[in-house]
């Protein structure tokens, strides 16, 4: 089998700067769509992940049919603002980073370096986590509260700045760092792999079908969110917490466990997560990989027509 389609054809004809700028766009579109897409279903998972209500899905549609009805169709996007603040440049970070660290680390398209691959992800995710945290808090915080406690995204930093202080806004860091090395190396890896089989094994060709695409980045994000769940609860639950509760992750995972127990406490909300967790990261994987190839598809035919006129 020809290793050319493994590689992205465009990569030897742009400089690097162009490979960064375009893998950025990419993923800041694809990040704003796919949270946008699920935004209703995230803000339902974080109110049941921080309180004591036993989740169920019929609970669940029972707070989106209450919020809809109290607070109108748009209230069901409460804090959509301020995720679309953070995934953005996280999204679009995360991509790059990951193409990156590929290059970086060396890692070997034909399967042969799967320690390095997963690494790639995982560093990929801690990179874009890292330098967006304080966004993905107001955006938890915003979620979580009526609009009269948080009317906009600069009201909550601060308010949070004045009566909590700067180190509130890297509360739950920790817990997100572990959950992120989780999510992000399972998924990419997940996804990657499963591109490379089909290469191998159906059609050997750069460009894969968007259902394809689409599909085995909803793998992916069901078994990324699956493996890092429990931390993304703790996650949550810190950064949400203005009372002083939940104060490092052992009390938390302490608190919780004594209080609703291993399934009920650490999986609340996972069966909803089944459902927007595919959806999204399908929808992020394949609006990535066809927005970045378009984008260098352009780049290089400009390239080629402007030296052709010379």
Same mark, same amino acid.
């Given at each position: ?119 790639? %992800?995982?560093? &990929? =995710?801690?990179?874009? @986590? *890292?330098?967006?945290? !304080? $966004? +993905?808090?107001? /955006?938890? #915080? ?74 085995? %980045?909803?793998? &992916? =994000?069901?078994?990324? @969110? *699956?493996?890092?769940? !429990? $931390? +993304?609860?703790? /996650?949550? #639950? ?73």
């Amino acid at each position: 089998m020809a290793k050319s389609a493994h590689h992205d054809p465009h990569t030897s004809k742009l400089s690097n700067t162009q490979i960064v700028l375009t893998s950025l766009a990419a993923g800041a579109v694809a990040g704003a769509l796919a949270k946008t897409t699920i935004a209703p279903l995230d803000r339902t998972k974080i109110n049941f992940q921080i309180g004591h209500k036993p989740y169920s899905t019929k609970k669940a549609l029972r707070f989106l049919v209450e919020t809809f009805r109290k607070e109108g169709f748009f209230a069901l996007w409460r804090g959509n603002s301020a995720t679309m603040a953070r995934i953005v440049p996280h999204a679009a970070i995360q991509f790059t980073a990951h193409e990156q660290w590929k290059r970086v680390l060396k890692v070997d398209q034909d399967g042969t370096t799967p320690g390095k691959l997963f690494l790639a %992800g995982s560093l &990929a =995710g801690v990179t874009s @986590q *890292s330098l967006t945290y !304080p $966004l +993905d808090l107001a /955006r938890a #915080r915003m979620a979580v509260t009526r609009k009269h406690e948080y009317a906009t995204l600069r009201q909550v930093f601060v308010k949070i700045y004045y009566t909590e202080g700067l180190m509130t806004f890297y509360r739950g860091y920790m817990p997100t760092m572990g959950g992120v090395i989780i999510y992000a190396g399972v998924s990419f890896f997940t996804y990657d792999t499963l591109k490379r089989l089909f290469r191998e094994r159906i059609e050997n060709t750069h460009n894969l079908p968007p259902a394809a695409s689409l599909a085995f %980045g909803a793998v &992916a =994000g069901l078994l990324g @969110q *699956s493996s890092s769940y !429990p $931390l +993304d609860i703790v /996650r949550r #639950r810190m950064q949400t917490d203005s009372s002083g509760k939940y104060t490092n992750i052992l009390s938390t995972l302490s608190y919780i466990y004594r209080n609703e127990g291993l399934k009920k406490g650490f999986y609340k909300g996972l069966s909803m997560n089944w459902i927007k967790g595919p959806v999204a990261v399908g929808i992020s994987f394949a609006t990535y990989d066809n927005v970045k190839d378009f984008l260098r598809n352009i780049l290089v035919k400009y390239r080629n027509k402007l030296l052709y006129i010379e």
